[in-house]
Structures are given as structure tokens and as C-alpha cells.
């Protein structure tokens, strides 16, 4: 792939990457105020995850400064980030309409959004030496984001909803 065709498809990456985050922030924003009892956990991942896609648009920023986003930092299937955008879409549509039927419902279907092969695939960036500070801050939107299902875990725990470990891990689709 050339440079320039490279880039642009970095660049679509991305953008799917930043509406990833978006999409499940309000995702949890729906569910903040489905479930009253849990506005504040749901309402302070939704935030995180506005803060990981304001990083990502920062990123892209900065990778145009420093010449380019280093390409696999991101998944590298766009299709995959698309198809996870509908999917989230589509949760947030059906969930405005009608809530999940309970809390343990909304917890799972978080677990399965985090999980999922749309998110973002850092795994290749935690292997490189972080020698700049977009690299520092993608490894901050890392560390978050993969901490997300293992805190919705702990919060069914603390607050005894649902079986957490019953909940499939490493799902490849969210809905």
C-alpha cells in the first residue's frame, strides 16, 4: 500500500477508533440513566471513554505534526471497526427505546462492548518503546480501556449483580 493510501486508510481507522469510543460512551450514558442506582459507575466509564476518543482526535493531530499515526497501534481491520460502530449503534438505539431488563443485563452487554474486536488493539504498541508522547498517552487510552471490563467485573461483585465469570470473555461480537 502506498503512503498516501496508507494514511487514508489509517486515517478512516481512526475515525472509527474516536466513534467506537463515542458510541459506547453513550451507550453507558443510556444505561446512566436507565439505572439510577449505578448513574455514577456507568456515567464515569462513559466519560472515560469521551476522554479516549478526545485523546485519539489528539493523536491524529499530533501524528500529522510528527508525520504519521503509527498504523498498528489500531486494529488494522476497518471492517471489523465498522461492523462493531453498528453493532453499538444499534445497542444505543434499542436500549434508548427500551432499557435492558436489568442491571446484570447492562453489566454483560458492557463487558461484551469492552471485549469486543472492535476496540481498540493495542497490542503491538505495548511491545514498542513509547519514544514520543503520542505514544505515552496511546498508553494510557490502553491501560484504560482494557481496565473497563475487569472494573464491570469487580462492580457486579461489590454489588452482588449477576455472575460476572459467566459472562463469555474475549467475545468477538458485541450484541
Excluded at 466513534?19 to 450514558?29: G, I, K, M, P, T
Excluded at 503491538?124 to 503520542?134: A, G, I, T, V, Y
Aim: glycine share 8%.
Amino acid at each position: 500500500m502506498g503512503g498516501t493510501e496508507m494514511d487514508e486508510k489509517l486515517s478512516r481507522i481512526l475515525e472509527q477508533s474516536v466513534q467506537l469510543e463515542l458510541n459506547v460512551a453513550a451507550l453507558y450514558l443510556g444505561f446512566s440513566e436507565a439505572f439510577p442506582e449505578d448513574r455514577e459507575f456507568w456515567s464515569q466509564l462513559a466519560k472515560e471513554e469521551e476522554n479516549h476518543a478526545a485523546l485519539l482526535r489528539g493523536g491524529k493531530l499530533e501524528s500529522s505534526n510528527e508525520g504519521r499515526f503509527p498504523e498498528d497501534i489500531l486494529t488494522a481491520n476497518l471492517d471489523v471497526l465498522i461492523k462493531a460502530n453498528k453493532e453499538i449503534e444499534e445497542l444505543v438505539k434499542e436500549h434508548k427505546q427500551k432499557p435492558p431488563s436489568s442491571r446484570v443485563s447492562a453489566l454483560e452487554i458492557a463487558i461484551k462492548a469492552e471485549e469486543s474486536t472492535g476496540e481498540l488493539d493495542f497490542s503491538c504498541f505495548m511491545r514498542q518503546e513509547k519514544n514520543s508522547p503520542l505514544l505515552e498517552l496511546l498508553g494510557i487510552v490502553n491501560r484504560q480501556d482494557r481496565g473497563h471490563s475487569f472494573r464491570i467485573r469487580n462492580y457486579m461483585v461489590e454489588k452482588g449483580i449477576g455472575i460476572p465469570d459467566a459472562v463469555g470473555r474475549g467475545q468477538d461480537v458485541v450484541g
